[in-house]
């Protein structure tokens, strides 16, 4: 429970605006915050935000485009420190209907706008900072929901998962390069399939059916982005993506340690100890991966 | 029409074996044998050929793995020269039954059993080699059904779907290294969708849902995998690519030129019209792509 940006690693009182989209980790982020002796303003986005995951704290819920709103909430609240967290589905322009605010950091993102996920976000971090915020990664409150190196459950990887495992890596590395997806499904040195933009449990989804019956189960494996904005968008896994895995017959799940978040790491190796799947942080680069 | 091994591009009554899969192109390169002074022998691949297609000429359907009655049948039709075309989706192991050359022939192809498509055929090729035949890319037999560079129909790309074109090329690049697939879908700067074992008819069906509202359409692009055994797995179109890429929402079909065979060209480019959709033969090269 260590943000950096207090040597004692307390917040003393300071406000932490919390971006929210869906899911359970803007509570989280919220309940780590407040453990520090912080405070907390949540800008929940309408359509994607959960009201019973932020009702519990002080909270606003608005349009994405709505930048006047959100800004002037979280100056309000004396907000200095930014936490974007939860996944938003980028939406349409055509759906944004931006307030005057918003059209200004429209036109500043310009081009990124219709970019790569990593490259967007990356432009609204940037934004973000030059009104005179500082974001600041979910990870950095969030240390125990961070995928570790090594098995992490009760089972781990045989050396052909092990090897599967390091093709999936080179796999996902060369689609990062390209601003593409974070993950892909690799059975016996045949590779499944690799997510683009229909995310991790779709892509799941398919490998039920492109399964190889004649070998040992495939393996996920979950990376992010090399030189991804790890403020904004790192890799996620939590009981949904063990459960899509359970279904699709995988054998284990390898994700980056260090890097990835999982939204509750206790029912995911609970789940995973039952099942007899494997969850295990490697590193991102050549050397021995767990 | 002009396989390279007379001088005079006649076959002069040799008979060319046919190891067939599904769709309509091994009754095209029977054909065309026939046009150029040959005969064929087809083995038609059981659950794949379709009888409709090769029951014209002299054939017989085997299993797969049945290497002792495929070898047999082909030397007994006097054939030196062999054509593998028409899709064959990979097998389980358990469901060879190899008979006993197949065991053998299985021994031989080992290890790339379980690599991806490219490792598997490009040892089947050189199987086939040392079995004494030689086997010819369905292209040498069908070199209208090849795409060639430039636009093929009555649409061009325009600029902003050439930069769509850019990425793509990289990107399925990229995965060929990998020997993953042959093709991807890029809208306006964004990776929709990438394709591994589902192929590219399921990959176009999940598009749809994917595709950004508000930019100009996207545009799917296949290229051949570097380094690809090009006689045994040619990145194909037909009609039901074109379906697909307008049930999609797609502005265009993008494809190697001189590497990417079009099962029905005159089909594929008035479908094409009619919806506005382009069809552009690339180069695989940095160079300008059309």
Chains 1, 2 share one sequence.
Request: hydrophobic share 45%; glycine share 16%; proline share 6%.
């Amino acid at each position: 429970m260590a943000p950096e940006f207090r040597p004692d690693g307390r917040l003393h009182g300071a406000c932490v605006g919390i971006l929210a989209g869906g899911g359970p980790l803007p509570a989280q982020v919220a309940r780590a915050v407040e453990q520090a002796g912080g405070r907390v303003f949540i800008i929940g986005f309408q359509g994607f935000a959960e009201p019973g995951v932020i009702g519990h704290w002080p909270h606003r819920m608005v349009r994405l485009a709505a930048a006047g709103d959100i800004l002037s909430g979280l100056h309000a609240h004396g907000c200095r420190d930014l936490v974007l967290i939860g996944p938003v589905k980028r939406p349409s322009l055509g759906s944004l209907r931006p307030d005057a605010t918003g059209a200004r950091i429209l036109a500043r993102i310009g081009r990124a706008l219709f970019a790569g996920d990593d490259g967007l976000l990356g432009a609204i971090v940037r934004v973000l900072g030059e009104e005179g915020f500082t974001v600041r990664g979910a990870h950095e409150f969030l240390p125990g929901s961070v995928a570790r190196r090594g098995v992490l459950g009760a089972v781990g990887p045989d050396a052909s998962a092990c090897s599967d495992i390091v093709l999936g890596r080179d796999v996902v590395r060369q689609l990062g390069r390209l601003d593409i997806g974070q993950g892909c499904v690799v059975q016996g040195g045949l590779v499944l399939a690799v997510e683009a933009l229909e995310g991790t449990d779709r892509m799941l989804e398919r490998v039920g059916s492109l399964r190889q019956p004649d070998r040992p189960g495939g393996v996920l494996v979950k990376m992010a982005k090399p030189g991804q904005e790890r403020r904004a968008d790192l890799p996620t896994i939590g009981p949904r993506t063990v459960a899509g895995a359970m279904a699709a017959g995988l054998r284990g799940i390898a994700m980056e340690a260090g890097a990835t978040l999982i939204t509750d790491p206790a029912a995911c190796i609970a789940m995973a100890d039952e099942a007899g799947l494997f969850l295990a942080g490697i590193g991102s680069g050549d050397e021995k991966i767990i």
